[in-house]
């Protein structure tokens, strides 16, 4: 059964799409395939479920096309045109629901297509992969996750349901646009076309440049599907010069942009060096949020539904702030914090709390082992993820139908919930930054202000000395403008 905020989302995705017609649907003198498709779509599921359709015989008509003449790209084409991503939603709502009609209808209907792989940010279908390409891909798949086999015992060659989509989405993708770009090639077998080492080039060439049919995608998207690619061709016994060729891509021109740091978390961190003030609000953050979430929770038990939901939010984000002030974990690694079980990543002995991370939920095989969180000027990390074990969690997993997992400290939060009570809690506080800038700014920091080698700061975050220099050179370079300054004033000084 669907949540209320799903069908609550869905209505007005609807509604919007719908509203956002000037013209009326089917106005006078219009007599064609759309016209017999609406009139359907309102017998069939009612005047409210059929505005979707209603939009896409809108949209369909403005480009002067039938029910018969859509295909997959049409849709593509419709939805990069929206200016809400609601009304692209609402489109393939409509275009699902015409498919379902088919056999209701007395005139030709768009043949049925994929759409599994549709996304709110960048829209690409997939075309359906050939027999052959789809066996190899769905047998290595369930390989992979064969040695996923529970928290105390991981194979290394496991892997999540998850990262098992991600693998197989990526499988299709560059199959998808090696026939859009050559669409001889879709009379070859499936597995010649991804193992085609020039073709994948040209995808990646394209799709970098923009000019495949679809919204193009960010150049650290493109590198995660590479990767997988190269995996399961590894796999598959590809020529090793071939290999090489593949595992040499993320080091071109193409992924230039994805090597650096943005220009806005540049920005963020210049920021966070020269004010005070910022600084200041940073470093006590976690115990600002748990007086914040303290005076909220007396009001749990005479609060509504929505205003509990939200106390708790304040308690979640006070304990993040506990942890991510002192070790800076990726949004992945700490939903998986567990907190309960043979081997809890979290423990407490005295007065002290120890943090552990596995090397299956942190990036780059790095793991942390008994990581105590010291307290500081901003608060006690200890005493505050303590009183959240004791006052909030409870509260979760009675009230909160999403968090059911007792073993986990976050009770089952995915990291979408938990990035969105960080991004407003932190907002609140006038320091607006995302979970990944709280791990730049302890890179700031540390080498800024603590001064300490990037061999430590790499370590700090589990990244590699070369990803570490590559991120952070502007903060070294600004660390030794200063200390020239420093040195300059001090020459001064002596020669007066």
């Known amino acids: 059964m669907k949540s209320y905020q799903v069908w609550r989302k869905q209505c007005i995705a609807m509604m919007k799409g719908y509203l956002a017609c000037i013209d009326p649907v ?22 409210f ?74 829209v690409a279908w997939r075309i359906p992969a ?88 960010a150049p650290v998207t493109v590198l995660s599907r590479l990767r997988f690619l190269t995996a399961f061709l590894e796999e598959k016994g590809l020529d090793s010069v071939k290999l090489k060729r593949l595992r040499d891509l993320p080091n071109s021109s193409y992924f230039d942009s994805r090597k650096q740091m943005s220009a806005s978390r540049q920005a963020w961190c210049h920021a966070l060096m020269l004010r005070p003030d910022m600084k200041e609000t940073y470093l006590n953050l976690p115990g600002t949020l748990w007086e914040t979430a303290k005076s909220k929770l007396a009001l749990y038990d005479t609060a509504g539904t929505h205003d509990r939901y939200r106390i708790t939010n304040w308690g979640t984000a006070a304990c993040l702030s506990a942890v991510w002030r002192h070790l800076p974990l990726r949004i992945k690694s700490t939903e998986n914090l567990t907190l309960n079980g043979a081997a809890p990543d979290i423990w407490f002995r005295g007065r002290s709390v120890f943090i552990s991370t596995r090397a299956m939920v942190v990036k780059n095989d790095y793991e942390h082992h008994n990581i105590e969180l010291k307290a500081t000027s901003g608060a006690d990390p200890a005493a505050i993820i303590r009183w959240y074990r004791d006052k909030i969690r409870p509260l979760l997993l009675r009230d909160d139908n999403h968090c059911n997992d007792p073993d986990l400290l976050f009770c089952g939060m995915n990291k979408q919930r938990l990035r969105r009570i960080w991004n407003k809690s932190s907002r ?68 007066t």
């Not at 989405?169 to 669409?183: E, K, R, S």
């Not at 080698?453 to 600004?478: C, P, Q, T, W």
């Open 130 to 217: 050939p027999e052959d390409l789809a066996s190899a891909r769905d047998d290595w798949v369930a390989k992979k996750r064969s040695g996923f086999l529970g928290i105390d015992d991981i194979s290394g060659d496991g892997v999540t349901d998850e990262t098992a989509y991600g693998i197989a989405d990526a499988i299709n993708y560059f199959y998808t646009a090696g026939v859009t770009l050559h669409p001889e090639r879709s009379e070859h077998s499936g597995l010649d076309v991804v193992c085609d080492v020039d073709l994948i080039v040209g995808v990646i060439r394209a799709e970098v440049a923009g000019a495949l049919p679809w919204k193009k995608l």
């Open 49 to 122: 479920r059929a505005i979707a359709v209603k939009s896409l015989a809108r949209e369909s008509r403005k480009r002067k096309l039938q029910p018969g003449d859509l295909d997959g790209q049409h849709l593509v084409s419709m939805t990069r045109g929206c200016e809400r991503a609601t009304t692209a939603r609402t489109l393939i709502t409509g275009w699902r629901r015409l498919e379902a009609m088919a056999d209701e209808l007395d005139c030709p209907t768009p043949a049925s297509y994929d759409f599994d792989a549709l996304r709110r940010r960048n």
């Open 26 to 47: 089917d106005p006078a003198g219009y007599d064609d395939d759309w016209t017999k498709v609406n009139a359907k779509a309102d017998e069939i599921y009612g005047v």
């Open 428 to 495: 609140s506080q006038n320091i607006p930054m995302t979970p990944h800038v709280n791990r730049h700014a302890h890179a700031t920091l540390l080498l800024n202000d603590a001064e300490l080698d990037m061999k430590v700061i790499a370590a700090h975050l589990g990244i590699s000395e070369e990803v570490a220099e590559r991120n952070y050179a502007f903060i070294d370079e600004s660390r030794r403008h200063k200390a020239a300054q420093g040195a300059l004033a001090s020459l001064s000084r002596r020669n």
